[in-house]
Nanobody, 116 residues
Framework: QVQLVESGGGLVQPGGSLRLSCAAS????????MRWYRRAPGKQYELVAT???????NYADSVKGRFTISRDNVKNTVYLQMNSLKPEDTAVYYC??????????WGQGTQVTVSS
């Protein structure tokens, strides 16, 4: 069973940038679409960005033009470049496959806090 480990979160001022990473434990990662989700306190999981196995991308309207999802199938890693961060981007960010998310299987996530 694939394991996903997120990293790269932290505290950043509004307007700043962060790059999140998600390392997968198996090479079968390259065959799956990958997604970044986030969950703010007291809220449901929100889908932020998707990248297919072929590299096509899709974004939530709230992050379009500011966030970029990418993947490196050699390193079994997916990234989320986040620019022009806003306080409302504050959340725990998770990477996942669509299947694992539908089953309710999540990793530990990485905390992103946008505050002055």
């Amino acid at each position: 069973q694939v394991q996903l480990v997120e990293s790269g979160g932290g505290l950043v001022q509004p307007g700043g940038s962060l790059r999140l990473s998600c390392a997968a434990s198996t090479s079968s990662f390259s065959l799956s679409a990958m997604r970044w989700y986030r969950r703010a306190p007291g809220k449901q999981y929100e889908l932020v960005a998707t990248i297919t196995d072929g590299g096509n991308t899709n974004y939530a309207d709230s992050v379009k033009g500011r966030f970029t999802i990418s993947r490196d199938n050699v390193k079994n890693t997916v990234y989320l470049q986040m620019n022009s961060l806003k306080p409302e981007d504050t959340a725990v960010y998770y990477c996942n496959t669509p299947a694992r998310a539908s089953f309710g299987s999540w990793g530990q996530g990485t905390q992103v806090t946008v505050s002055s």
